[in-house]
T-cell receptor, first 110, second 113 residues
């Protein structure tokens, strides 16, 4: 699976949009981009995933560049409860091997 | 109802002991996993079982033995515990197929003294 690169940490003001970038320049055509987050002391939580098109659900939006070499997770109105480590993962469909990197530690500040 | 449940939540034990961590999922998934998160917070996959069959076995000491009595359970037995085994262990499950999402348990914090 392709490797991902994320900034180690980011801050965001409460109520503002949090934009978390991820580079995956070696992604192949049938690899999906997944985002998970881990709130302190809890198990990771699935957020969203996509292949080519932008995706939106009740938690977040995922913007994937046309060349698919990078993506951005957007939390439209960050709250203090969104403070967590956010992981960007690329993997093949039907591959059981979900491997986590170091992630981005997002701190939402009042 | 908790989708993926692990017991115990905390486990404190002496070096050399044998211990087990239990995991159950009520999501009807066919694939279950064990992950280890060490003190540096890196989350690493250890094992994956699909329909009770071992799929992934990372470079894990053979002191660690997963056991899957049925699709809903994947227990982790650890023999001769060492200090370096201290970590948080997460169980997860998913339904094999395209676009599968992992659902994680709340973790078991293992401390080996």
């Amino acid at each position: 699976d392709a490797k991902t690169t994320q900034p180690p940490s980011m801050d965001c003001a409460e109520g503002r949009a949090a934009n978390l970038p991820c580079n995956h320049s070696t992604i192949s055509g049938n690899e999906y981009v997944y985002w998970y987050r881990q709130i302190h002391s809890q198990g990771p939580q699935y957020i969203i995933h996509g292949l080519k098109n932008n995706e939106t659900n009740e938690m977040a939006s995922l913007i994937i560049t046309e060349d698919r070499k990078s993506s951005t997770l957007i939390l439209p109105h960050a709250t203090l409860r969104d403070t967590a480590v956010y992981y960007c993962i690329v993997r093949f469909s039907n591959n059981n091997d979900m491997r986590f990197g170091a992630g981005t530690r997002l701190t939402v500040k009042p | 109802d908790t989708a993926v449940s692990q017991t115990p939540k905390y486990l404190v034990t002496q070096m050399g002991n044998d211990k087990s961590i239990k995991c159950e999922q009520n999501l009807g998934h066919d694939t279950m996993y064990w992950y280890k998160q060490d003190s540096k917070k890196f989350l690493k996959i250890m094992f994956s079982y699909n329909n009770k069959e071992l799929i992934i076995n990372e470079t894990v000491p053979n002191r660690f033995s997963p056991k899957s009595p049925d699709k809903a359970h994947l227990n982790l037995h650890i023999n001769s515990l060492e200090l370096g085994d201290s970590a948080v262990y997460f169980c997860a499950s998913s339904q094999r197929g395209s676009n599968e999402k992992l659902f994680f348990g709340s973790g078991t914090q293992l401390s080996v003294l």
